[in-house]
């Protein structure tokens, strides 16, 4: 079984656990002597794993880029090339039309981590040009 | 929070004041159980009979909706019974005269009947709050920010520290304790509108010219004016002012106010792209839905809420074509012609927030590694970080001193009335997370309650309405109409109702009002009118309430259905 050293993805407590995977499925965590949990975890950190094994009780992964290739039209999946361009270009036809101000972006105050946050508001500021960015620290 | 999670057990005295950690923040609430058999003292002001108030040395069951006149009473009675701490007051704090202007006549006997709290037990809390050794800590979530009030709140829970003494010592002061697991590091890495990484004003030319000369672009492309904040967003589409919308890692449509209205506000959008790891309500309306890798599945780091930065490493690889969120980000920017080149986690801390943050220069990847953290402040290398901020009374203003403001006690926007008499409040549990996406798909967290959700409801309420344990009822307000269960409930106030966050179907922002204050633009989740009245045919309603469910389900399956053929299997677009 493999480990490997995480914090947990819930609460804003910041404990350390290992998640434990056996053959590419993830079948448990287990605490850390962390600063803030000290060996400990709760309901959510023990048994708030196997969504990473798609379960699709609720809803399922996305696993590939998709859109509507004209408003209200049907998803369609596409590759990464198509998504982003069509994403840039209308983007660009937006801020060219209303200004950079007329786009809003939010960061992520989940999983994605510090790191996307940073490269999200850079984006959002030196690439198009707008402090219209936020994220879920209300709700 | 000005103290660190560890700190909180070394109180003297702990006060929970619309804060229910042992939902919320399990392992938090495991610190004030450690406090009490440590020897301090507990103190809960909360509606609710919560589970900490089953160990509180006191507990204050004030009303829903008077914070500001309870803390501004709490503060009266420290100044009359001389609690506070004339010393530090005079040579830490600024405005002490002007603010009590404005708390003075918010005595105990003036206030009860707002607060339904009596004088003796509100001097008793003040007493044992203010004397407590060696320090005192205030600890708030949700209870206090989404009101109306909020803003307030939080000012006059800070002067009651400064007052008393009770802050800039260790283990002590203020602990907004926040809710999700990288809040704190979203808004420490500046995805806020009006500040850059480490809460460097966008409208101080400096810091701007700063961040210009390390993204590489001229001063005058970066904006000098604040941004929108995204919990207005679905009016700001209404006004026409915002035709794009770039939502990354939330799900507004559970997790936001009057989420039908919202609905209708998305819809308006010229481009909305949501880039997420699941299907969702949100994800389900977007125009283009970009696949992320999940927590597990990626490397990085979090911000706790007492400003712990800690690694946490991929345990899986990427999914499908998953990318990493920065991936995808830096992507876009490159096409866009701001191109971010990064090729790892660490490049991008290092160069985006260590050498731009001076308070984080010493929070290194190294120091980080394995078990390690780093908590900021820690501005060099050798640093060991800062649990306690403000030692010494050094505060963070101008001229480091405490500014006390005051303010006069106002009625939530939404007050009840004959025809929706009873107060909605939306609150947390322990087994699911926000907008369930990711606890709703986890078997064993999934056995603890199914859809459609519960409404608690006192027993008289219950009674009255001629509910059982289990009926199903129907919740509705001047926004909507949902169905969900009674939890008949003897640890909750009569008047109000609670529900949690988390049920796609029993979702109680299909009711709430939205609402935000202009300062923080919180909405006020946690007051609106309503009313329960229990479904006449119970049967139906058990096929109804699944029938829904089961229908929403297959939406996200059906939208999500193209992933299964690949481009090439369709033909080139």
């Known amino acids: 079984m493999e480990k490997h050293m995480a914090v947990c993805p819930y609460c804003g407590s910041g404990c350390k656990l290992n998640i434990l995977v056996q053959d590419g499925i993830v079948v448990g965590t287990e605490p850390l002597q962390g600063i803030t949990n000290e060996g400990e975890l709760c309901l959510k950190g023990l048994s708030g794993y196997d969504f990473l094994n798609d379960t ?77 960015i936020d994220n879920c620290a209300r709700t | 929070m000005s103290v660190s999670v560890p700190g909180l057990e070394n109180a003297g005295c702990l006060m929970l004041f619309g804060y229910n950690p042992n939902a919320s923040h399990p392992i938090v609430a495991r610190r004030v159980v450690k406090a009490k058999e440590k020897g301090a003292k507990i103190i809960v002001a909360d509606p609710r009979y919560i589970e900490t108030a089953r160990i509180a040395d006191l507990y204050l069951p004030l009303n829903n909706g008077s914070n500001v006149a309870f803390l ?31 708390i003075e006549s918010y005595t105990p006997d003036r206030t009860e009947s707002i607060t339904g709290i009596s004088p003796r037990l509100m001097k008793e809390a003040a007493r044992m709050y203010a004397h407590a050794q060696p320090s005192s800590v ?72 700063k961040f210009a000369e390390a993204w590489g672009v001229p001063t005058e492309k970066l904006s000098d004016h604040e941004g929108y904040k995204v919990s207005n967003v679905g009016h700001l589409i209404e006004e026409g002012r915002i035709r794009a919308f770039y939502n990354f890692g939330e799900d507004p449509l559970q997790t936001e106010p009057d989420t039908r209205k919202l609905a209708q506000q998305l819809a308006a959008l010229e481009i909305f792209v949501c880039q997420d790891i699941f299907m969702t309500q949100t994800t389900a309306v977007a125009d283009v839905v970009l696949p992320a890798t999940s927590w597990g599945e990626h490397e990085g780091t979090f911000g706790a809420c007492d400003r712990t930065f800690q690694r946490f490493d991929a345990a899986l690889p990427p999914k499908g074509e998953c990318r990493h969120d920065w991936e995808i980000i830096a992507d876009l920017s490159t096409r866009m012609g701001h191109p971010i080149t990064y090729k790892s986690t660490r ?48 505060f963070t203003t101008p001229d480091g001193k405490a500014h006390l403001i005051a303010h006069e006690y106002k009625l939530p926007t939404e007050t009840p009335d004959t025809k929706y008499p009873l107060i909605l409040c939306t609150v947390r549990e322990v087994g699911h997370y926000s907008c369930r996406s990711m606890t ?13 959700g519960f409404v608690h409801i006192n027993a008289l309420d219950a009674e009255a309405r001629g509910i059982k344990q289990d009926d199903l009822v129907w919740v509705y307000s001047r926004r909507g109409k949902i169905i969900t269960r009674a939890e008949v409930d003897d640890r909750i106030n009569v008047g109000t109702v609670y529900m949690t966050y988390q049920w796609w179907i029993g979702k109680c922002n ?49 939208e999500s259905a193209p992933q299964q053929i690949a481009p090439h299997q369709r033909g080139d677009r």
């Open chain 1, 56 to 132: 699709k009780i609720l809803t399922p992964r996305v696993y590939h880029p998709q859109l509507r290739p004209v408003k209200g039209a049907p998803f369609e999946r596409v590759t990464w090339d198509n998504a982003l361009n069509f994403v840039a270009e209308k983007l660009l036809a937006v801020k060219e039309k209303f200004g950079p101000d007329a786009i809003m972006l939010t960061g992520s105050s989940r999983g994605a981590g510090n790191e996307a946050n940073l490269v999200m508001q850079r984006f959002a500021r030196a690439c198009i040009g707008t402090n219209n």
């Open chain 2, 72 to 102: 501004n009473t709490f503060a009266n009675v420290i100044v009359n019974e001389g609690l506070h701490d004339k010393q530090f007051i005079d040579e830490h704090t600024v405005g002490f005269d002007e603010w009590w202007k404005t």
């Open chain 2, 138 to 209: 205030l600890c708030w979530g949700m209870g206090v920010t989404q009101q109306k009030q909020n803003v307030e709140s939080i000012h006059t829970l800070a002067a009651i520290a400064c007052i008393t003494h009770q802050i800039a010592k260790p283990n002590s002061g203020l602990a907004p304790v926040r809710g999700q697991n990288n809040v704190q590091g979203s808004c420490d890495m500046g995805a806020l509108p009006n500040v850059f990484p480490g809460y460097q004003k966008v409208t101080d030319a400096a810091h701007r010219q």
């Open chain 2, 347 to 394: 490049e991008i801390w290092d160069n985006e927030l260590r050498a731009l943050w001076p308070a984080a220069f010493g929070a290194t990847y190294e120091k980080m590694a394995g078990l390690g953290h780093a908590q900021w402040p820690i501005p060099t290398l050798d640093h060991p970080g800062t649990p306690d901020l403000f030692l010494g009374g050094k």
């Open chain 2, 440 to 452: 709703g798909n986890c078997t064993t967290l999934s056995l603890l309650a199914e859809e459609p």
């Open chain 2, 510 to 558: 299909d009711l709430t009002i939205h609402a935000v204050d202009k300062r923080s633009a919180t909405p006020e989740d946690k007051h609106s009118a309503c009313q329960v009245e229990l479904v006449d045919d119970q049967l139906w309603a058990e096929q109804h309430a699944h029938e829904i469910y089961m229908n929403l389900k297959a939406r996200m399956t059906q």
